[in-house]
């Protein structure tokens, strides 16, 4: 089986290219600037927006109804944190993907799906898909 791929060398190194090409590349999706002075004075108002906003998104409205939280002492609750706890908890809700990343999951498995149907198909490796019966046969 393996001898037949290393005879296909070009979709050997296709697949071995595209193998790389996932594992090596980097996840963009969380990078941004970096301030090289940061804004001390609107700190305090830039992180309470952020959780706000946060705190607006549909799903999140959803899992406080679930929960039984009034939304308007959560807000009190929150403006009375001082910088420090405000400020990690700003973070903690960047950090916080609502809805998912499942999308990564989906795509690995159809990868690995289609590189197990590419080795089949280049072996000429048939399946053969029979019925079981229910009762084993003892001869």
């Known amino acids: 089986m393996l001898g037949y791929l290393v005879k296909q060398k070009l979709v050997l190194a296709g697949l071995v290219f595209w193998a790389l090409f996932l594992g090596i590349r980097p996840?963009?999706?969380?990078?941004?600037?970096?301030?090289?002075k940061p804004d001390i004075l609107g700190q305090y108002e830039n992180d309470l927006d952020r959780i706000k906003s946060f705190l607006e998104q549909e799903?999140?409205?959803?899992?406080?109804?679930?929960?039984?939280i009034d939304k308007d002492e959560l807000l009190r609750r929150i403006e009375k944190l001082d910088e420090a706890q405000l400020r990690e908890l700003a973070l903690r809700c960047d950090k916080i993907k609502v809805g998912g990343g499942a999308g990564g999951v989906f795509l690995v498995i159809a990868i690995v799906f289609l590189v197990i149907i590419a080795v089949l198909y280049f072996t000429n490796y048939t399946l053969k898909?029979?019925?079981?019966?229910?009762?084993?046969?003892?001869?």
């Open 27 to 36: 996840n963009l999706s969380l990078a941004s600037l970096v301030e090289s």
């Open 59 to 68: 799903l999140v409205q959803k899992q406080l109804k679930r929960a039984a």
């Open 129 to 139: 898909i029979e019925p079981r019966d229910t009762i084993p046969r003892r001869y």
